[in-house]
């Protein structure tokens, strides 16, 4: 008995074979799309990252001028105070002149003006031009004294001398223009806790002040 064999498996075979070519033809694309994407979100995300550092580094560079530009307006409010108390005339100003001098010796040549004015908080403060100085000993300064009322002498500060003789000096936070009794120069050890004999000197006239210092705050 013949068998007979009709080709029942060759639709089957078609119908496999498309599904695995369709499969493949679906997959590619959707591989290649979503490594697209993974490409795409990697480089949005670098970008946002260098994009942070970058505002984290004009931020931290704000931050430096804003600081510098606060510098420099207190420097430049410092330069203003400075140069208003270089024009300020002052409440007086004295002469300071060398005593006479004793039997067989040389009168000295050296004097000096200082002008007295008031701070805003009430103290005061001093200017010294001095002139005619002579180089002064080895281990020896010229310094400018303070002599309040009360007896204490304040030092000023170091009066130095250039080629010519001539000296300017300038104290702040001296005690009031009511307090003052005595400006004198004296030759001095460096480290000198009280002045010695004068140079020149001037007596202070007692003035009544202008600017009170602020009451403490509670």
Not at 17 to 33: C, F, L, N, Q
Not at 103 to 112: L, M, P, T
Request: charged fraction near 15%; proline fraction near 7%.
């Amino acid at each position: 008995m013949a068998t007979s064999t009709i080709g029942g498996n060759e639709p089957f075979a078609r119908i496999v074979e498309s599904r695995k070519t369709t499969s493949w033809t679906i997959g590619i694309p959707i591989a290649v799309s979503v490594v697209v994407v993974v490409a795409v979100l990697a480089y949005f995300a670098a970008k946002a990252t260098q994009a942070r550092e970058q505002l984290a580094q004009v931020q931290q560079s704000v931050q430096q001028q804003q600081q510098m530009l606060t510098s420099l307006q207190q420097r430049v409010g410092s330069y203003e105070t400075e140069l208003n108390r270089l024009r300020d005339p002052g409440r007086t100003t004295v002469v300071l002149q060398a005593a006479a001098p004793k039997k067989g010796s040389a009168a000295s040549s050296a004097w000096g003006a200082a002008t007295w004015g008031e701070q805003t908080d009430g103290k005061s403060w001093m200017r010294l031009n001095a002139y005619g100085l002579q180089p002064p000993p080895a281990g020896k300064v010229y310094q400018l004294w303070f002599v309040a009322l009360s007896g204490d002498s304040i030092p000023v500060g170091k009066v130095e001398p250039n080629v010519d003789g001539n000296a300017y000096l300038e104290g702040k936070d001296l005690p009031a223009v009511d307090q003052g009794k005595t400006a004198m120069v004296a030759l001095d050890d460096p480290n000198a806790k009280t002045h010695g004999e004068p140079l020149f000197q001037a007596a202070l006239p007692k003035l009544t002040p202008e600017q009170h210092a602020a009451p403490p705050q509670k």
